[in-house]
Structures are given as structure tokens and as C-alpha cells.
């Protein structure tokens, strides 16, 4: 990363990612998928299958919960529906935002960062998620997974993020859970750091090309 003067704070904005970096959203992917599976008349998955497959979008979750399953690839199309449908149900209701999200974000806010949130998740689902926990008003602007033709880890989401914002990605600080989070980071020329709580497809984010890893999201180092 270029050297920045020493006159000009380190950074001007932070993108923040949602599942599993803000709030713990497995109990929804459970209770979602698991109604979804039940009306297609096929078995349940359990929580440690969701906590290592989610993190890649919706499409993704459903299409691999299918094969975990054995059920037919042809069925994607009525079990996206069906999971769509109860997700939007029970949206947060079995979810809860993580120690030291809020106490970070008011942190982030204070030091004049604009904030984003960048999801993988709905954007529709984010943005209800975001009200209904009440961090909706720290963010300036938030993205989804289908905002855009691409969602991370292709860095498009990120770069796209940071001309919504109005700055360059070396004065942008992405914060997230995952190698999606990392790679997509890296890509579009960012300085990242992980939580160590979150989903990482059941690898030790510690293993993971990042800046730094935090116990908790006021813990990031923004000086």
C-alpha cells in the first residue's frame, strides 16, 4: 500500500460486511433452509454444514444444500423459491448482532469514516436485517449480493462500493469474516482485517492473507 502523508488520516471510509462479521445469522440459515427442505420432502442439514457453506450468496447456499441432500440440481429453481419465501418470514428473528458491533460502528463513525455495508446477502434481506437490529443508520449506503453482476470474492462489489462512496481503495478499510472478504479486498486493492468469529467455511481465518484479525469489531485499528 502507497504511503500517506502524515497530515491525511489513514483512511476516509470503511466497508463492512454483514453475516457473521455484524451479526450471527445462522439461526435464520437453519430455520430457512430447513422449512425449505421440508416442503421439497427432503432431509434436513445441520448447523455445521450452514456455518461452512454459507458466505457466497443464496444461489450458492441453495444449490450445494440440494446436493448435500441428494436432492435433484433440477430442483434448484422451486427450493430458491421456497427458501426465498421463509427466509423472508423469519428474517433476524433468530439472529443477533455480535459484542463490540455497535460500540465499533459508533467508533468508526466518530473518527469521520463513512461507513458502507457489502453483502453477499439479498440486498432486500440486508437492508431489512439492518433496520430491524438497528445499525441501519451507521451505514451511508449498502449493497447486496445482487446489487451487482458479480458478488465477492470478485473484487467488483468492493470497487463499485468505493466510487459509491467517493474515495480511492487505498483510503477504503474493508472489514469482514472470510477468504471472500480477503480475496475480494486484496483484488480491488484495499487493506483488510477479519473478526475471528465468523464464517469461514470451517478454516482458521488466522490462515487467511489479511491485515490483521480482531476479537471483536471495536477492536480495529483505524489510526
Not at 147 to 167: H, I, V
Not at 188 to 195: D, I, K, N, Q, R
Amino acid at each position: 500500500m502507497n504511503a500517506i502523508q502524515s497530515n491525511q488520516p489513514r483512511f476516509a471510509a470503511a466497508i463492512v460486511d454483514l453475516d457473521g462479521t455484524m451479526v450471527d445469522t445462522l439461526g435464520d440459515f437453519q430455520v430457512a433452509l430447513n422449512a425449505s427442505l421440508a416442503d421439497l420432502g427432503a432431509e434436513r442439514v445441520d448447523r455445521t454444514f450452514i456455518e461452512q457453506t454459507i458466505g457466497k450468496g443464496s444461489e450458492h447456499l441453495v444449490r450445494q444444500t440440494l446436493a448435500e441432500v441428494g436432492a435433484p440440481a433440477g430442483r434448484f429453481d422451486e427450493a430458491f423459491e421456497r427458501y426465498q419465501h421463509h427466509y423472508q418470514r423469519i428474517n433476524g428473528k433468530y439472529a443477533n448482532v455480535y459484542d463490540g458491533v455497535v460500540e465499533g460502528l459508533v467508533r468508526l463513525q466518530a473518527s469521520g469514516l463513512k461507513l458502507a455495508c457489502l453483502t453477499n446477502k439479498p440486498l432486500a434481506f440486508a437492508r431489512t436485517l439492518l433496520e430491524q437490529k438497528g445499525l441501519a443508520p451507521f451505514f451511508q449506503v449498502c449493497f447486496g449480493g445482487d446489487s451487482f453482476e458479480r458478488k465477492k470474492p470478485d473484487p467488483l462489489p468492493l470497487l463499485r462500493t468505493c466510487d459509491a462512496l467517493g474515495e480511492a481503495p487505498s483510503r477504503v478499510l474493508v472489514i469482514g469474516d472470510s477468504v471472500n472478504d480477503a480475496l475480494a479486498a486484496r483484488a480491488a486493492g484495499c487493506e483488510v482485517v477479519l473478526v475471528q468469529y465468523g464464517y469461514n467455511h470451517g478454516q482458521p481465518v488466522a490462515d487467511v492473507d489479511c491485515d490483521g484479525v480482531i476479537d471483536r469489531l471495536d477492536a480495529v485499528a483505524i489510526a
